[in-house]
């Protein structure tokens, strides 16, 4: 569930974990309100005036953006820790089919 807070309370507030990452780092990124479900992505931008990162990554066959804060546990792992998991267990269950995942990168991010 998503909650509601104070504007700017968590959403400006510098990142507790993760702190040494940067722009091309590797992350897990469960985007829950586009596309829930764990995905390997890559830091496009960090927020300077926050702990936010936007992250690039994968799905349904389209390279989609998300922003989310490093803090959030929800949504930010450390790769490959969920991710990992995941495809585990479609290899199990579907040996033949994996295929690497690929990630595009592309475009300007303008923070502002």
């Not at 993760?18 to 931008?45: A, Q, Y």
Request: some cysteine; hydrophobic content about 35%; glycine content about 8%.
């Amino acid at each position: 569930i998503h909650r509601f807070a104070y504007a700017c309370s968590i959403s400006r507030r510098p990142a507790q974990r993760f702190t040494s990452l940067k722009k091309g780092d590797w992350v897990d990124v469960n985007p829950t309100l586009l596309h829930s479900g764990w995905k390997m992505g890559e830091i496009r931008c960090l927020d300077q005036k926050s702990g936010q990162v936007q992250v690039v990554y994968d799905a349904q066959g389209k390279t989609n953006l998300y922003w989310a804060h490093l803090d959030n546990v929800e949504e930010i792992a450390e790769y490959p820790s969920q991710t990992q998991q995941q495809l585990h267990w479609q290899q199990e269950a579907k040996p033949a089919q994996q295929q690497p995942i690929q990630v595009l990168i592309g475009g300007f991010c303008g923070l502002g």
